[in-house]
């Protein structure tokens, strides 16, 4: 096996420290789902990651939902101990599906932080809502589907698919022989093999890619990488 990649029990190869980023990171969704209770100013931590996610957008695409984000660590390493794991339906890939849900979500939260009045406890009180209702959203999804369903239709996923459409994708070749490893390992099913050119390399859409990079380790051709549109053209 090569240096810097471990194998899970799942049989899966992982690149070195992201699931102990992830464990990490999931210790913030108790803490602000449950502390932001007695302390609602524990609800700006989200504030603060959603600025932490947009940096890393920038430069790494959709980076922080595949090693930071501490709901998409939950789902994809404690939910999954009981999820049924079933297909993500093809809705749940449909951009009207995730823009409507963004809309929705946006919307919810803007009322809320209108009511806050400015108010700091209450402003805290808001990100920490936003939370609850996403979180209890996704473990209803995905205890049936595949647990990082929620990924799929993310709105702050949304957004960073959208501001990094030449950053960091991920990249199949033609050496790529479709046998759809990738797929399975993928925390939202995305399945590179759809796009696999006759001859050279193609993209797949920053928006369908976390960078958790399970497919790039896991590739039996190694027909997948990562590229930078903007730097190489």
Known sequence: M?????????????????????????LLLPLVVVGGYFCPRLGFIVLGLITLFMVLASQRGRFYCGWLCPMGAFHERILSLVSLKRPIPSIFKSSWFRWLLFVAMMSLMALRLVD???DIKATGSVFRFMWIVSTSIA?????????RIWCAICPMGSMQGISSMNT??????????QCKKCQKVCPI???PGDYKPESGSAQIPSIECLRCSNCVANCPKKALSFWDRDRNS
């Open 2 to 26: 090569a240096a810097g990649k471990k194998r899970s029990k799942g049989k899966i190869e992982e690149v070195c420290c992201r699931k102990n980023s992830q464990l990490l990171m999931a």
């Open 116 to 118: 806050a009045g400015g």
């Open 139 to 147: 473990i209803g999804l995905g205890f049936y589907f595949k647990p």
């Open 168 to 177: 960091y994708l991920l990249t199949v070749d033609d050496n790529c022989v």
């Open 189 to 191: 099913s995305t399945y």
